[in-house]
């Protein structure tokens, strides 16, 4: 995993961390709906100096021809969904809101069907100036306290992969993302859900035991399976009979309280 270290201000002691992924930019299910909320989020990080964001992967849809969903499937060609994400996210980038970006399996297909390394993830890293994390990223975020104390929330990000339709086999894929390593929060893609819990548990920390609070969430989605009943539908969800889905993404609060220890909250 690729590992980063960020440090931050808080404001009115938090920081709060919006993972945006699986919009599939370029899906017939990526409706004016979607780019409204997509917009909205971005919107509400850009007006917030203590708020940031992380590139979960499936950014853009990168259909092709032997992916399940097929390119005349699409609204918009695989160069014009690159530059969309350039117009989209170059004023976070230029704000040094977004941490980093992690690839999804759609723009991995594009590698597939190519069969080179046609990497979106990282074209789209390199053009804005972020760090390319590869599947999965492991963010250390040091907030910085009055003074020179700092204090650090430990984060694993990943796009993932399965996870079946129901909730409960997500929310079983998420879990098992602490079998990989240790941290205070857990976001992963993938889902085209949200469903964020959160646990106690019992670590050692200086030869004494501390109750601490741990995070779990997919990442959302801004596919929109309930698009206008005016337009025959066309879309893979459509057709896989998928539910309508939330279309947004989780905020995460990090508290930094000197005070107090560290807390976690999750809306939706
Ligand atoms: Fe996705």
């Known amino acids: ?57 499936d950014i853009l849809n990168c ?28 004023p976070l980038a230029e704000a040094n809101k977004i941490l980093g970006i ?16 046609l990497n979106r993830s990282k074209e789209i890293a390199v053009a804005l100036g972020i760090p390319y994390c590869g599947v999965d990223a492991y963010v250390m975020m040091n907030i910085q306290l009055p003074g020179t104390a700092k204090r650090t929330y430990y984060i694993y990000l990943a796009h993932g992969s399965g996870g079946g339709r129901k909730r409960g086999s997500k929310i079983n894929r998420l879990s098992d993302m602490e079998l990989i390593c240790d941290a205070d929060v857990y976001v992963c893609g993938h889902m085209h859900d949200v469903l964020p819990y959160r646990k106690d548990k019992w670590s050692p920390v200086k030869g004494r035991l501390v ?38 993404a989780p905020r995460i609060r990090l508290e930094c309280d000197p005070k107090r220890q560290k807390d976690i909250h999750i809306s939706i």
């Not at 961390?17 to 930019?25: A, E, K, Q, R, W």
């Not at 917009?39 to 203590?50: R, T």
């Not at 741990?214 to 896989?240: H, M, R």
Request: glycine share 8%; with cysteine.
């Open 1 to 57: 995993m690729y590992q980063l270290n960020v440090t931050v201000k808080p404001v009115e002691n938090c920081v709060y961390l919006v993972p945006l992924g699986d919009i599939h930019y370029g899906s017939w299910e990526f409706t004016e709906y979607s780019q409204e909320k997509l917009q909205g989020y971005i919107n509400w990080i850009m007006a917030h100096d203590n708020a940031y964001t992380f590139l979960m992967g």
């Open 63 to 90: 259909s092709t021809i032997t992916s399940p969903g097929k390119p005349y499937q699409e609204k918009v060609d695989s160069s014009s969904q690159f530059i969309w994400a350039m117009n989209t996210f170059s």
């Open 102 to 117: 992690i690839k999804g399996n759609h723009e991995e297909q594009l590698e597939k069907s190519v069969g080179s390394k």
């Open 211 to 248: 109750r601490r609070k741990v995070a779990f969430t997919i990442s959302g989605s801004f596919l929109d399976y309930a698009p206008p009943p005016n337009e025959p539908a066309e879309g893979y969800g459509a057709q896989k009979m998928y539910e309508p889905i939330c279309v947004g």
